[in-house]
């Protein structure tokens, strides 16, 4: 990587490095982006934002962080994929509340290529991992699924990358300011309280499911 992107950690304030700091490196955006593709994180915006800084940081690579974010998403996106072909649709329920689960369904049905893409391309509150947990279920097609939400999220972390390029110096302005990071820091909470609640139901989920294979 380049020698800003080396330097990156060591810039910022020691109140976010301490705790959070490696995630703010090249391979931080393939592993957190790995993770919010499974079941068992939650940080809305994160991969984006992260995204966004390195590009913005480290001009002569910009290039390289939405193929790093992209090939982590398809890393995440791959273990949620075999959990849903493993637990079926009749073990949907189990994780997906079902007003939502519904509606997935229909998608993934009606029209399982587009809703792919558009998944993919989403941000958030757009509900991607259990989309890709449903996808799973429903006998999607791997080949397909993966290619198409590999292209989608490549094209919008490339979009991203490409604009924190352009305007980076303005990006790195408010990003670094210390209300930002006050933000940053409130997100990280909300992370960590959506990562033990997803943790404790997938818990209780095969808690759940374990008497049934029994009998």
């Excluded at 009749?90 to 792919?116: D, H, Q």
């Excluded at 980076?168 to 210390?178: D, M």
Aim: proline share 5%; charged share 15%.
């Amino acid at each position: 990587m380049g020698r800003r992107a080396r330097e990156l950690v060591i810039e910022l304030p020691a109140y976010t490095l301490a705790d959070f700091g490696f995630f703010l490196t090249w391979w931080g955006a393939f592993l957190l982006s790995a993770l919010d593709s499974s079941m068992l994180f939650f940080l809305p915006f994160g991969v984006d934002a992260l995204v966004i800084y390195l590009a913005a940081y480290d001009d002569e690579l910009f290039w390289v962080y939405p193929l790093l974010a992209t090939a982590g998403s398809m890393t995440g996106a791959a273990g949620t994929f075999l959990i849903g072909r493993k637990i079926g649709d009749a073990g949907l329920n189990r994780f997906v509340a079902p007003r939502r689960l519904e509606r997935l369904r229909r998608k993934v049905r009606n029209s399982g290529a587009i809703a792919t893409a558009i998944a993919a391309l989403l941000p958030p509150p757009f509900p991607l991992t259990p989309f890709i947990l449903t996808c799973g279920a429903l006998q999607v097609n791997p080949w397909r699924f993966f290619s198409l939400a590999a292209s989608m999220r490549l094209l919008r972390f490339s979009a991203e990358a490409a604009l924190a390029r352009v305007y980076g110096r303005g990006i790195l302005a408010i990003l670094t300011a210390e209300m930002f990071q006050m933000v940053v820091i409130g997100f990280i909470f909300i992370a960590v309280a959506g990562t033990i609640i997803s943790a404790a139901l997938l818990w209780r989920s095969t808690r759940h499911r374990q008497p049934l294979r029994t009998a």
